[in-house]
């Protein structure tokens, strides 16, 4: 499960949630961000709120920028 816990206004800290997750989600998950980060993006975006649109994504900090 992926979460986007606000720091501010115009950024987003994302957590994978995966307690839930057995380890072969959690593998997938963890996969499809460090080999499809353009599918991992697409992900979080749909996730934004309806106000908020995608600015760029820091991939090693896992900080989506938004306007």
Do not use: C, W
Not at 28 to 54: A, H, M, S, W, Y
């Amino acid at each position: 499960m992926i979460i986007l816990q606000s720091i501010n206004d115009t950024q987003y800290q994302v957590v994978l949630d995966t307690h839930e997750l057995t380890y072969e989600e959690h593998a997938k998950l963890i996969r499809q961000r460090d080999l499809f980060p353009g599918q991992f993006v697409n992900t979080l975006i749909d996730l934004l709120p309806e106000d908020k649109t995608f600015d760029t994504y820091d991939h090693y900090n896992m900080v989506l920028n938004v306007k």
